[in-house]
T-cell receptor
Framework: TQLLEQSPQFLSIQEGENLTVYCNSS?????LQWYRQEPGEGPVLLVT?????EVKKLKRLTFQFGDARKDSSLHITAAQPGDTGLYLC???????????????FGQGTILTVHP | DAGVTQSPTHLIKTRGQQVTLRCSPI?????VSWYQQVLGQGPQFIFQ???????GRGNFPDRFSARQFPNYSSELNVNALLLGDSALYLC?????????????FGPGTRLLVL
């Protein structure tokens, strides 16, 4: 059983379209990170969210952490072919006000943006 | 500044052999974590070392071991290789600040076991 469920697993869209990727869990996370990975490379950090309800924007990307810190979403506006890649959410479950240690990853969403 | 570096980039081994993978963290980072990523899946946690001590271990057999050196670089060793060990092995370097740890990944070592 996957602790972090990502959906959809595959997404194929045309340039200019909007999309949303979801990351859901029944567990509470002290922090959640989104990464983008290209073939043959390591994941590259996009954002970290730590507060329930937090929204962060990175150009055309908007990230939201659920109020209960059990879920997160990534929304891309006007997708471009350069957005193509594997998007991964990863979280930590810590108590005591810190967020250290291993990351638990979702299975990833493969995004393809066609010109 | 240099990012996380890993060596070798690619490796081909046969079943039963042993392999050592190496990782150099970002300068100033004291923690190194290792992950295994099988094709089509998200990375799975193997080990974390912080200040040269093991701070976490994932659900991997004892064939997997690791260590961290005084300069904070790290090695991951896998003994008695199985076909299923074929994967991308990722090293992540991290800094702990104000209650939050952010991990930065290297490019990985692609291991193929034949």
């Amino acid at each position: 059983t996957q602790l972090l469920e990502q959906s959809p697993q595959f997404l194929s869209i045309q340039e200019g379209e909007n999309l949303t990727v979801y990351c859901n869990s029944s567990s509470v996370f002290s922090s959640l990170q989104w990464y983008r990975q290209e073939p043959g490379e390591g994941p590259v950090l996009l954002v970290t969210v730590v507060t329930g309800g937090e929204v962060k924007k990175l150009k055309r990307l908007t990230f939201q952490f659920g109020d209960a810190r059990k879920d997160s979403s990534l929304h891309i506006t006007a997708a471009q072919p350069g957005d193509t890649g594997l998007y991964l959410c990863a979280g930590r479950r810590n108590a005591g006000g810190t967020s250290y240690g291993k990351l638990t990853f979702g299975q990833g969403t493969i995004l393809t943006v066609h010109p | 500044d240099a990012g996380v570096t890993q060596s070798p980039t690619h490796l081909i081994k046969t079943r039963g052999q042993q392999v050592t993978l190496r990782c150099s963290p970002i300068s100033g980072h004291k923690s190194v974590s290792w992950y295994q990523q099988v094709l089509g899946q998200g990375p799975q946690f193997i080990f974390q070392y912080y200040e040269k001590e093991e701070r976490g271990r994932g659900n991997f057999p004892d064939r997997f071991s690791a260590r961290q050196f005084p300069n904070y670089s790290s090695e991951l060793n896998v003994n008695a290789l199985l076909l299923g060990d074929s994967a991308l092995y990722l090293c992540a370097s991290s800094l702990r600040e104000r209650g939050l740890e952010t991990q930065y990944f290297g490019p990985g070592t692609r291991l193929l076991v034949l």
